[in-house]
């Protein structure tokens, strides 16, 4: 008897047929500075668009979706973690005023399944059009024995283009200047391991429960993609003095806000100064979850922070409810500390 590395869980065949299904989507996403096609041993970007720029340095960004995958995997959905697999690392880029250039994916998996492949990377390729990114790039690996037949994860690498004298840093955040938070779309991709402890084992709840007070079923609530914050965010880098921007990712605004901030300045958080989804409003309501846990778990409402002047705050409010397709409030200002977030 021979054997064959289909005999081994490896379908080489099911692997190309994937890669003839999403290469729609891929090119969907070029740009007249991608170089090459797909199937190349590697993807190339044409960098002519830092040739204004006085000293251009490329940012790299890479980040996952977590366990948020469980839940897609429990309804098989597999279009929108793509979506959140870019949103997770453009958003990043743009915290230091990066213009994403282009995206690269990579899937594990058990077993290859070419249309759910397709459906993944169709996603991935959405994400890139909606950010202004191509994706150069990717791997699918079916790994049987070290994931079981149905499961998958997946990483995304994003790389940015940025004027390294115009990189934001937060080192020019003073005492006085305002604090504006950008509406999130939901949990997006941090806090799962607790958002399905509370919602599966502690609730009882399955992905079809409808709950009073959610927006949706339990597992549409749980799946909405990651919010895209790039065509915003560099639209603010343009017309104002953007001193500081954070992604508020895992950690929640406790964590994340002080990576941006001077270490004698602390950011003073104005809870109920912004509308919360009802998600977080029904875990907090429960009782369940102590406020600052759930505050250093979940963006809580607030998926993206930027501090500017306070001169200038009105102006940038104005911009983001009347001029883009984001909302956002004034949520608090920065004052002497050390360095930490203030819930008030």
Known sequence: MTLSYKDAGVDITEGNRAVELMKKAVSSTYDKNVLGDIGL????????????????????????????????????????????????????????????????????????????????????????????????????????????????DLAGFAVGLCDKNKIIDGRDVAEGDAVIGLASSGLHSNGYSLARKF???????????EVEGLDGTVGEVLLRPTKLYVKTILALTERFHVKAISNITGGGLIENVPRVLPKDLDCRVDKGSWDMPDVFRYMEDSGDIKEEELYRSFNMGVGMVVVVPEGEKDEVLRFINEETDDKAWAIGSIESGEGVVQLR
């Open 41 to 152: 041993f590697s993807g190339g970007y044409d960098l002519s668009a830092a040739k204004d720029m006085e000293s251009p340095v490329l940012l790299g960004a890479t980040d996952g979706v977590g366990t948020k995958l469980l839940v897609a995997q429990m309804m098989d959905v597999h279009d929108t973690v793509g979506i959140d697999l870019v949103a997770m690392s453009v958003n990043d880029l743009i915290c230091q005023g990066a213009k994403p250039l282009f995206f690269l994916d990579y899937v594990a998996t058990g077993h290859v399944s070419a249309e759910k492949m397709q459906k993944i990377v169709e996603g991935v390729a959405q994400g890139c059009r909606e950010s202004g990114c191509a994706l150069i790039g990717g791997e699918t690996a079916e790994m049987p024995g070290l994931y079981g037949e149905d499961e998958y």
């Open 199 to 209: 919602f599966f084992e502690h609730k009882g709840f399955d992905i079809t429960s």
